[in-house]
């Protein structure tokens, strides 16, 4: 059995990663290999919980709508994209439960932190939808909450680019990447990786992020063993 680095992880997933070149709604090939690499993971006797955004479904509307509605929608979307996880690991063979901040009876577990604690030590694999159940807060914010309170060890942080560059490699073609960088530079320098609160977060907890292309075969697997790929912020 390889080397695993780390015991605890959370798995942030944006919705967009789970639309795939779909762009809209769940692409079930995508999600698939998602699930394949966190599969691989549970039997590698590593602990997962996954936070998943909605921006899928809803990116929020707030000049045209209320935004405390808008949010809430958001929340709800969040909730969607658990409930496919949910389902796919399932049919897979893996036990996964989805835990919501908001209740929804009938559809998933309200947030408990002891209950998630107890399914993750079962090797289960915890979903966290909603948010943090308040407005105003991303998932990202969620991650790091969650990440905290089950005391994970590093949040995996998928994206659409394979780390942390100094501008948006996508549009200045002279950025260039970060392999380690601390959580006061990304604040100093406000590099858009996650929010503010949620890096204020992780510094308070010292709770690690990788940041890697999510797209990539096997990157999971990779940042779990501890090989260098993406960029670590610690």
């Keep these: ?25 769940v692409n079930f090939e995508t999600v698939n290999e998602i699930c394949a690499q966190i599969q691989e993971l549970v039997s590698l006797g590593v602990e997962v919980a996954v936070v998943i955004g909605g921006g899928n479904f809803w990116r929020g509307m707030s000049k045209k709508m209320e935004r405390t509605s808008s949010d809430y929608m958001g929340m709800l979307a969040t909730v969607m994209n658990g409930l496919a996880l949910q389902s796919i690991l399932q049919e897979n063979g893996v036990d996964a439960i989805l835990q919501t901040s908001i209740e929804i009876k009938g559809i998933a577990q309200p ?3 002891s209950k998630a604690v107890e399914y993750l030590e079962q090797g289960k694999v915890v979903i966290f ?12 914010t969620a991650a790091a909450l969650r990440a905290a309170e089950v005391d994970a060890e590093v949040i ?14 996508k549009i200045d073609k002279n950025a260039q990447k970060y ?11 406000n590099l858009k990786v996650m929010d503010a609160t949620s890096i204020s977060l992780c510094r308070d907890n010292d709770i690690k992020l990788i940041v890697f292309e999510l797209a990539k075969t096997e990157n999971i697997i990779k940042a ?8 670590l912020i610690k």
């Design 1 to 25: 059995m390889p080397d695993i680095k780390y015991k605890r992880v959370l798995l942030k997933l944006s919705g967009e990663a789970l639309a795939g070149e779909d762009k809209f709604g």
């Design 111 to 113: 947030f408990m932190k």
């Design 129 to 140: 939808g909603g948010g943090t159940g308040n407005p105003y807060f991303t998932t990202d």
């Design 156 to 169: 995996l942080v998928g994206k659409t680019i394979d780390g942390v560059y100094t501008a948006d490699p």
């Design 179 to 189: 392999d380690e960088i601390t959580y006061l530079d990304i604040l100093s320098k």
């Design 224 to 231: 779990v063993r501890g090989e260098k790929i993406g960029t």
